[in-house]
T-cell receptor, first 113, second 113 residues
Framework: QKEVEQNSGPLSVPEGAIASLNCTYS??????FFWYRQYSGKSPELIMS????GDKEDGRFTAQLNKASQYVSLLIRDSQPSDSATYLC?????????????FGQGTTLQVKP | KAGVTQTPRYLIKTRGQQVTLSCSPI?????VSWYQQTPGQGLQFLFE???????NKGNFPGRFSGRQFSNSRSEMNVSTLELGDSALYLC????????????FGEGSRLTVL
């Protein structure tokens, strides 16, 4: 079992729809969770971090965390073609909160005009 | 504010050679992490440095090494290169000692022939 699992996609949604990206992790000790976006040929950029159970909203993005189910999700409302990218879920290694992150393989999102 | 700067951006080496990659973090950031990204394995953690000390190390052979200088700049070295070392090597910096909120550089793309 991989430590962080994501559906590789591609996930295709029409412009203006809600895109839902999901991630599960295996280490119950993980305390911090992140979503990074990576455009083709570019480096990853942090778009959301979440540390406690529940929802965290930032503009069109909402991160959801359920530690009991070891599940993290990212919702993108009013999806735009510019949101087309690979979305990487990352969790901290164990209970430490350092730069050592375990990344999923990423979900490719395609937003069709 | 300048971002994370990595040099060189592209390089080609042959098997058995060694390579040194350089990373200058965002001004004020004291933590530097290195990741290897390949199509098959995704993003994998190499090591992390904070205040010139290696805090974490990933599951890579001893051929991979790194260091951090007093000005927070970091280098990583790969000796006795193998074909499988061909990858994008990403450096990321973070503000504090206790965060997984990483800012990535553009990466150094290494091709081993």
């Amino acid at each position: 079992q991989k430590e962080v699992e994501q559906n590789s996609g591609p996930l295709s949604v029409p412009e203006g729809a809600i895109a839902s990206l999901n991630c599960t992790y295996s280490d119950r000790g993980s305390q911090s969770f992140f979503w990074y976006r990576q455009y083709s040929g570019k480096s990853p950029e942090l778009i959301m971090s979440i540390y406690s159970n529940g929802d965290k909203e930032d503009g069109r993005f909402t991160a959801q965390l359920n530690k009991a189910s070891q599940y993290v999700s990212l919702l993108i409302r009013d999806s735009q073609p510019s949101d087309s990218a690979t979305y990487l879920c990352a969790v901290t290694h164990g209970s430490s909160n350092t730069g050592k992150l375990i990344f999923g393989q990423g979900t490719t999102l395609q937003v069709k005009p | 504010k300048a971002g994370v700067t990595q040099t060189p951006r592209y390089l080609i080496k042959t098997r058995g050679q060694q390579v040194t990659l350089s990373c200058s973090p965002i001004s004020g950031h004291r933590s530097v992490s290195w990741y290897q990204q390949t199509p098959g394995q995704g993003l994998q953690f190499l090591f992390e440095y904070f205040s010139e000390t290696q805090r974490n190390k990933g599951n890579f052979p001893g051929r991979f090494s790194g260091r951090q200088f007093s000005n927070s700049r970091s280098e990583m070295n790969v000796s006795t290169l193998e074909l499988g070392d061909s990858a994008l090597y990403l450096c990321a910096s973070s503000l504090g000692s206790n965060t997984g909120e990483l800012f990535f550089g553009e990466g150094s793309r290494l091709t081993v022939l």
